[in-house]
């Protein structure tokens, strides 16, 4: 009786681990450019190209994303306006517009790595298990301190040389009219 609950429980586990495991992996995900690099407040998109790894049609279903900092926000929708909803065995598509990152502003300069994007999907439409990942690093610099508007010097230097034009016209006026 015991060897019968054993077995029975082992083989539902395995059933589950083979059904997990034939989803991992089934869409390979190949971003253009792993790292990319901007100032907080600025969006990131990151562009990639999908290939379906199996022999049957998958269906991309979805997303999630997990990020290093709560200064960055990821965007999938771009996979559902870019991508086919579904690939067909061993097809490809892209590059495209995947997701985007949005630095918030005030974020701290540095390097974000360990953020991923997942896309989720299965063999019909409802399914939503992982079936392709993508790491990702973002380096936020540091914003830079904006200089005086070129409207603002010429007007300043233009309202100078008014001033200076007119104080020498009026004394070259008193000294001439005497």
């Not at 190209?49 to 999938?76: H, K, M, P, R």
Request: glycine letters at 10%.
């Amino acid at each position: 009786m015991k060897r019968t609950t054993s077995r029975a429980v082992l083989t539902l586990l395995a059933l589950v681990f083979i059904s997990a495991a034939a989803y991992a992996d089934s869409v390979g995900i190949t971003l253009t450019e792993m790292t990319q690099t901007g100032a907080a407040g600025t969006t990131l998109t990151f562009d990639a190209t999908l290939t379906n790894l199996t022999g049957s049609t998958i269906f991309l279903n979805g997303d999630t994303a997990t990020t290093s900092s709560a200064f960055l926000t990821v965007d999938g929708s771009p996979l559902l306006v870019n991508f086919p909803s579904t690939l067909s065995a061993g097809a490809s598509s892209g590059p495209f517009a995947l997701f985007t990152v949005l630095i918030a502003p005030g974020a701290t300069p540095g390097t974000y790595d360990l953020n991923s994007f997942t896309i989720l999907g299965g063999n019909n439409a409802t399914i939503t298990l992982p079936i392709g990942s993508a790491g990702f690093t973002v380096v936020v610099t540091p914003s830079a301190v904006p200089e005086p508007a070129t409207l603002v010097m010429l007007g300043s230097g233009l309202l100078c040389l008014g001033f200076t034009t007119r104080f020498k016209t009026s004394r070259f006026m008193k000294t001439h009219a005497s």
